[in-house]
């Protein structure tokens, strides 16, 4: 008889153990999975989110430039309707503009006021370039200054042999020419940095985001540093006014009747 109970008293034991253990298999296995899609898509998350809410930007800025070496400032007033079209005018001392910038997925017109000339154009990065001395396309514009990932964000996979507490690394390759990075918080996909490398592991393209704050429920970077070494650039961008999701004017500006824009071929 007390073989019996004993017996039963270890079967008991052993099945309470085994369902204890096969329960934390499960939950282990299910924590895991819920964690790993987090962390493959926060930053995808925050870019889709960033998309839905943030339909226009107004952004006034005070900037400081530095490019093979000489030093400048300038003051410029950005303006993005969604991701489809943007303005930017660029002020001297004394607010006199020196150029303004009209861009949308198929176009581009630049206009150089000191020198009273128009360069038109498709607004790819090599064209872009020639006449802001950025290597910016369109896109690159229209994410990188609304600190969202340029192009399709779930293209960028997590680098999972990066280690950090509270960031998190994800990258992508780009026709096997250049690769990019961003740095994001982990807890809520909000950029941090991004880079552009070239396959021999120089930097093309650096951007450093600080300053963030809620704007109508939208985390906004307040200072923007743009590098692009290969070029002797360094561009801060430190916002004075922000203002989202309001009514934009036209973007496209006319020129004057006395100037014919060139055409970049």
Known sequence: MNLQVHTMKSLNHRST??????????????????YANGYESVLSDQAMLRKEKLQS?????????????????????LKMGGRDSLSMEISGPFGISVA?????????????MLQGRAIEGIPNQEQL??????????????SLLRAEPPGDPLSFALVE????STKLLYKR????????????????????EYQRKNTDGSIELAMIYDGYSLIDGISMPSIVTLSAPSRGLQ????????????????????????ITPLRME
């Open 17 to 34: 153990l085994g369902k204890s253990l096969f329960i934390a298999i499960i939950y282990i296995s299910l924590f895991s999975i819920t």
């Open 57 to 77: 930007v107004h952004l006034e800025a005070g900037l400081s430039f530095t490019i093979q070496g000489e030093t400048n400032s300038a003051d410029c007033i």
């Open 100 to 112: 303004r910038l009209f861009a949308n997925s198929g176009y581009f017109l630049f206009h150089d």
């Open 129 to 142: 370039s020639e006449v802001t001395f950025m290597p910016l396309s369109f896109d690159d514009y229209t």
């Open 161 to 164: 042999s990066f280690s950090d």
């Open 173 to 192: 390759s780009i026709s096997g020419k250049t690769i990019e990075y961003i740095l994001c918080v982990k807890e809520s996909g909000i950029i941090k």
């Open 235 to 258: 561009m801060t961008v430190s916002a004075e006014k922000i203002m989202l999701n309001e009514k934009l004017p036209a973007l496209q500006f006319k020129l004057p009747s006395s």
